[in-house]
């Protein structure tokens, strides 16, 4: 890996470090979106798959929609454990299989699931991220 992916890598570790720890504080109105903002690029984009329960119509852009998205992806899971991660990446472009364990905030219930991302980082701050949902049927139902 060269050091421009490992850069990319360390960015997104950053990052989900930091989503975590807002989703575990409650979230929005609970919790400092700073931490969460400090990684991302002013013109950063997020390309959900609609309908989960979190996702929206699936586009949030900018550090306003992705503060929006975290807002409702925090009303929707009380807490989110990165389990296992595994990381490819190519310059400023890096994939990753996240094991991911949510518990549901409504239900208490938990699902165990994976979760690739494709991810493009600019200047050090995520721009891009298509995240696929490996069982998307699992996520809703602990949701129910």
Request: glycine fraction near 8%; aromatic fraction near 12%.
């Amino acid at each position: 890996m060269s050091s421009t992916n490992t850069s990319a890598w360390a960015v997104m570790e950053k990052f989900y470090a930091a989503e975590a720890a807002y989703v575990a504080a409650g979230g929005y109105g609970e919790a400092s979106y700073a931490e969460v903002a400090a990684h991302l690029d002013p013109e950063v984009i997020l390309h959900q798959a609609p309908g989960l329960p979190f996702t929206g119509d699936g586009t949030w852009r900018g550090h306003d929609g992705m503060e929006r998205f975290l807002a409702r992806f925090s009303e929707v899971w009380e807490s989110m454990e990165f389990l296992e991660q595994e990381h490819w990446g190519d310059r400023d472009t890096v994939v990753v299989r996240n094991r991911v364990r949510f518990r549901s905030r409504a239900t208490g219930r938990t699902v165990d699931t994976l979760i690739m991302q494709l991810i493009t980082v600019r200047d050090g701050r995520m721009l891009e991220c298509r995240p696929f949902y490996w069982d998307p049927q699992a996520i809703e139902a602990a949701c129910r």
